[in-house]
């Protein structure tokens, strides 16, 4: 029998909703409030550190005309980084980011 989580997705499919661009955001949220299973918790957690960084990264690049330019390039970057680690969750593979995977462990284990 597969294993189920709390909310009876398999945890690939689980973790896979954190990345899909655009509803990832709002799907790492609810599974980071339900879910029980670590590793889907510690993919939505990640999923929630990639965007917010993006996120800060376009308001940093947007204060200046001449790096404005690179918000697209970045964006861009952002959907096949979030497409490939889709595709990994969905194969069951953990792919820790660089500088994000050490941060997603803390704050797994403070949350």
């Given at each position: 029998?597969?294993?189920?989580?709390?909310?009876?997705?398999?945890?690939?499919?689980?973790?896979?909703?954190?990345?899909?661009?655009?509803?990832?955001?709002?799907?790492?949220?609810?599974?980071?409030?339900?879910e029980k299973?670590?590793?889907?918790?510690?993919?939505?957690?990640?999923?929630?550190?990639?965007?917010?960084?993006?996120?800060?990264?376009?308001?940093?690049?947007?204060?200046?005309v001449?790096?404005?330019?690179?918000?697209?390039?970045?964006?861009?970057?952002?959907?096949?980084?979030?497409?490939?680690?889709a595709?990994?969750?969905?194969?069951?593979?953990?792919?820790?980011?660089?500088?994000?995977?050490?941060?997603?462990?803390?704050?797994?284990?403070?949350?």
């Amino acid at each position: 029998m597969a294993v189920k989580t709390s909310t009876s997705l398999s945890p690939n499919i689980a973790s896979t909703l954190c990345y899909i661009p655009v509803v990832g955001f709002v799907a790492a949220i609810v599974l980071l409030i339900v879910e029980k299973n670590t590793t889907v918790r510690w993919n939505a957690i990640q999923s929630l550190l990639l965007g917010l960084g993006i996120f800060v990264l376009d308001l940093i690049l947007g204060m200046t005309v001449v790096l404005a330019l690179l918000i697209p390039i970045v964006n861009i970057a952002m959907l096949i980084v979030s497409l490939v680690l889709a595709v990994k969750a969905y194969q069951g593979t953990t792919v820790r980011l660089p500088l994000l995977g050490d941060w997603t462990d803390k704050v797994a284990k403070k949350v």
